[in-house]
């Protein structure tokens, strides 16, 4: 319940290892009653839309890991990531934050 309100817009969520995203999805949308849409088999990439429409989208890491997968990002910002272990630390390997706060993106 404390989350809720944090809930709006869209979230992208990346799977390790690659070719695992569209089965965690499903199991996703099952378990808050969402829609299921798979967005590309062969990129491992699916959405998952809740009751409000918000969207969660979910691909398989390239590369199978977190650094790899990050690295190819287009934009610093895209690059943010948080481990939902450990929620409170935001991990920004491309400096991403110092980015914004100069008003680069």
Avoid: W
């Amino acid at each position: 319940a404390e989350i809720e309100p944090l809930l709006s817009g869209d979230f992208d969520f990346m799977v390790l290892p690659f070719g695992k995203a569209e089965s965690f999805a499903r199991t996703f949308a099952n378990k808050i009653g969402g829609h299921y849409v798979l967005l590309d088999k062969e990129n491992d990439t699916v959405r998952v839309i809740d009751n409000d429409g918000v969207c969660f989208d979910f691909a398989g890491a390239v590369g199978n890991e977190l650094e790899s997968d990050i690295k190819r990002r287009d934009f610093t910002m895209n690059a943010l990531a948080v481990d939902l272990e450990n929620p409170q630390e935001i991990i920004d390997l491309l400096c991403a934050q110092a980015d914004i706060e100069q008003g680069y993106i």
